[in-house]
C-alpha cells in the first residue's frame, strides 16, 4: 500500500513523533511505501482565505467553497494545497499522528481539512459514500492525556468516544469517501510499562493493518431527506 | 455586561460578518460595552509552539502544556496571547461568531482555543464548574450550509446537534467554568425571506441576552472516576 502520514506536533521529541518514526518504521518493513506530510516542520498554513487560489472567480464578494470549486476545476490551488492532494490522490491510506487538543486535532490540522480537502477534489457532487476518496482508508492515531479512558463513555463526563470523534471520522474521513479504520488512542499518562505494551499494540495494529476492522458507517441511500429509513432500523 | 466577539471569517462581505455588525449595534444601543477580536484581520497565529512564549522552561523536551502552566506564573505568554487573555478577563460574556466548517469552528479560531484558553490562566487546577472562566458565559453564533437543520437529529445522517457541537460547548466553554447559552444557528442556505426572519431572531436573542437559556451541564461532583454516580442519575 501507499500510505501517508499527517502528522502534526510542535516538538520532534515527542510521544507522538516517536509513534509517527514507529509507524514510518513498521510500514516500510512491510513493504508498504510510505510518505510523510509533517506539518509543523512544513509550517503548514492553516488558514484559509483568498491566498489558497492562484485565480480568482470572485474577490469582492467571495466564497471560500466557490473558490475552492473553481480551483478544483482549474487546478489553481496554491502549491502547498496541490502538492497536499496530490499525495492524497497516491494514498491508498491516510494516518493522522497527533495529540488530541480540545476534544479535536490541533489547529494546524483542522486547517489541513480546510484547506486540501476541497470541494470539488474530496467531495463533490457526491459525499459519504459517494465521496470523491472512497476506496482508500484512514485511521486516526492520537494521544490523550491521563492513564486511561474512564472519562468516555455513556454516563461518563466526556460522554461516548465514538461521539467525540464523530466530527472528524463521520463528518471529515467519511464524508470524502474514506473507509475509517478503528482509532489507536494511546493515554499519554501511563506509566512506562504501560507506554511499551501501547507500542507493541500500535507495531501490531500496524502490521495486520490491511485487515484491521472499519467502522460500519452507513451508505447516504439509508438515509431520506437526512432521516434514517425506518427500513433500515436496525 | 462586557461582551467580546470572537469572529472569524476571511470575508467581509459574508453573512458572518453582518451577523458580527449586527450583534455591535444591537449590544451597543442595549447599553453593552462591546469589543471584537477579527481573527482573520489580526492575522491571528493559530498554530501552538514555542514562540507562544517570552520564557521557556525547557526547550530541548518540551511538553506545550507545561510551557503554558509556566507562562501563567510568569505572564511569559506573547503579546498576541496575552492580549486576548486580557479581554477574556475583562468580558462577562463571549460570543464566538463563525461559519460551521467540516462540523467545527473555522483552524484559526481552533488555534485560538488551542494557544489563548491556556493552563493555568483559563483552567487548572479545576475545571469545568471549578474552571478559573466561572461566572462568564459564552454563546456560540454560527452559520450552517443547507436550507435547514434536517441532518441534524436522533436517527439522522449527522446525529444529534447537542452531540456535534459537545466538543466546543462542554469540552471547551464550559470546561473552562463558562455558562454556555444556547447556541445561535443561521442555516445560510435559506432563502432572502428566511434570512431576513433569522437576523430578526438575532436581534431578539440579543436584545434578551441576559436571560437567554443557559445549557444546563452537570457539575463534576456528580462524576466519580469519570462516570455518573448512580445517586445523580436522572
Known amino acids: 500500500m501507499n500510505v501517508l502520514i499527517v502528522y502534526s506536533h510542535p516538538s520532534p521529541t515527542s510521544l507522538n513523533a516517536a509513534l509517527k518514526d514507529t509507524a514510518v518504521e513498521v510500514l516500510e518493513k512491510q513493504g508498504h511505501k510510505v510518505k510523510v506530510s509533517d506539518l509543523y516542520k512544513m509550517n503548514f498554513k492553516p488558514i484559509a482565505d483568498l491566498d489558497d487560489f492562484t485565480a480568482i472567480k470572485n474577490s469582492d464578494n467571495f466564497s471560500y467553497i466557490s473558490e475552492q ?17 496530490e499525495k492524497l490522490t497516491w494514498a491508498d491510506l491516510v494516518i493522522f499522528q497527533f495529540p488530541m487538543w480540545w476534544t ?4 494546524i490540522l483542522k486547517g489541513w481539512f480546510d484547506r486540501v480537502f476541497a470541494y470539488g477534489f474530496a467531495y463533490g457532487p457526491g459525499a459519504y459514500d459517494q465521496g470523491n476518496l472512497r476506496g482508500k482508508k484512514a485511521m486516526l492515531s492520537f494521544t490523550t492525556g491521563g492513564k486511561d479512558l474512564r472519562n468516555f463513555g455513556k454516563n461518563h463526563l466526556k460522554g461516548e468516544l465514538s461521539e467525540r470523534l464523530f466530527n472528524i471520522q463521520h463528518e471529515k474521513l467519511y464524508f470524502v469517501g474514506m473507509d475509517v ?5 494511546f493515554t499519554a499518562g501511563i506509566d512506562e510499562q504501560g507506554k511499551k505494551e501501547l507500542f507493541k499494540q500500535f507495531e501490531e495494529r500496524l ?3 490491511e485487515s484491521a476492522p472499519v467502522i460500519p458507517f452507513r451508505p447516504v441511500s439509508d ?10 432500523y436496525s
Chains 1, 2 share one sequence.
Not at 70 to 82: C, E, G, P, V, W
Not at 181 to 185: A, K, N, R, S, Y
Open 207 to 209: 502490521i495486520h493493518i
Open 104 to 107: 479535536e486535532a490541533p489547529a
Open 69 to 85: 470549486y473553481h480551483a478544483s476545476q482549474n487546478r489553481t490551488f496554491s502549491k502547498d494545497i496541490l502538492d497536499e492532494q
Open 181 to 185: 479504520i478503528e482509532p489507536f488512542v
Open 223 to 232: 438515509y431520506e431527506n437526512g432521516k434514517l429509513k425506518e427500513t433500515t
